[in-house]
């Protein structure tokens, strides 16, 4: 079977497969299909962020959803929670988010919602691949046409708004904000206005190849001289598009997943909003987060990487927050997504309600050493399956013998091995992992 979708949908270098225009059309018309089974009008949203290549992907991919009776409505450039909460909100059957996120300009994906505001799951996605390698059917020819679009941002934007109640909103905090010249870039200045938080933003002069090209949310640096340059409260720095925020305090430090789950964690607790007192995060979270918050009498339970993952443990068990060390944090009572601007928000609620600088909230977080090595494969194979490798990974985890945490896995977007150590003495640690590193580079071959 055709494996079209990974970690986080179909993702890729754009105009090669699986995203060159005759596998996006099939893959349009192999969702509108699905969707057909079920009965009724097969109504699509779509959105997207500020590639060059967005705006084709999204024509060839609405051409395929006619060829089956379907129609695609485009929100244009607009954040991807944004999609996942309006296609619930106005009813359309799924919506579609043509993005890539943190990736460069060259990359782009395709990520498909539920009408409920959730990811497709496993089995959803399964499905549209079957219908793909169906030889019985085809996508007629025919030249693909601009698409319908709506104007919806202004619906999202209310809702995002309740994360931060009125009576909060006059928090003293200047914000810098960074959008990554991505899909926040029109709408976080929005938002902020509406607010009136005053806040100054970087990154928002998207030329269709300038997305996350050294800013954004994995590259926080230029955010943080701006912050301390500018003597401003904290920054943000969102992502391509705008489901993820990592945070610069007062004084130019980082301030990652981690540390946002915890002091979300415990003010939702003191308001009474944390369900089953319980926070759903990834084997990537720093022990110390697990540590604090067991100490602040909270639980945390740990899945696979990825927020989609996140949010299926959240819904199984009945939790309120969740999210990742990058940034995805997941606010249940506003999307099972995560969502970049609605955790600003939730940040500056934090720190209207206590008083306190980001810098002494995130200072509750004691962080054990982390050290993250990748190591780009020529291919993926089962590590088990490589007595030499397996024997050094052993070994690591002998040595840390119930003091740290070891992960290695393969990424699901890229073709890399990353390690993953946390212990109590870092260089011991990054020589164990860069152990690991040289037994696969070895043994799997480097890219």
Known sequence: MTRLFGTDGVRGTAGTPPLDRPTIRRLGAALARALSESGGEVRILAGRDTRESGPWIERELAYGIASQGGTLVSA???????????????????GVVISASHNPFEDNGIKVFLGSGEKFSASQEARIEAIV??????????????????????????HV?????????SVPARVAVDCANGATSAVAPLLF????????????????????????????????????????????????DG?????????????????VMLMCATQMKREGRLKRDTVAATVMSNL??????????????????????????????????????????????????????????????????TGRTLGQLASDLTTYPQVLLNLRVARKVDLDSVPAIAAVVSAVESRLSGQGRLLVRYSGTEPLLRVMLEGRSEPDIRRWGQEIIDAARQHLGAA
């Open 76 to 94: 244009g450039v607009i954040p991807t929670p944004a999609i996942a909460y309006l296609t619930r909100r106005h009813g359309y059957a799924v």
């Open 133 to 158: 390698d169906d030889d019985s059917w085809q996508v007629p020819a025919g030249d693909a046409r601009a698409v319908v679009t709506a104007d919806l941002v202004d619906d999202y934007l209310d």
């Open 161 to 169: 708004a309740l994360m931060l109640p009125a009576d909060l909103r």
């Open 193 to 240: 206005r509406r607010l009136a938080i005053e806040a100054s933003f970087v990154g928002v002069d998207p030329d269709g190849r300038n997305i996350n090209l050294g800013c954004g949310s994995t590259a926080p640096h230029m955010l943080a001289r701006t912050v301390v340059d500018g003597g401003f409260a904290l920054g943000v720095a969102y992502d391509g």
């Open 243 to 259: 489901d993820r925020a990592i945070f610069v305090d007062e004084s130019g430090r980082i301030v990652d997943g981690d540390a």
């Open 288 to 353: 110390g987060l697990e540590v604090a918050l067991r100490e602040a009498g909270i639980d945390m339970i740990r899945s696979a990487v990825g927020d989609k993952y996140v949010m299926d443990e959240m819904l199984k068990r009945g939790l309120s927050l969740g999210g990742e060390q990058s940034g995805h944090i997941i606010f249940a009572e506003h999307l099972f997504t995560g969502d970049g601007l609605a955790t600003s928000l939730a940040v500056l609620r934090v720190m209207a309600s």
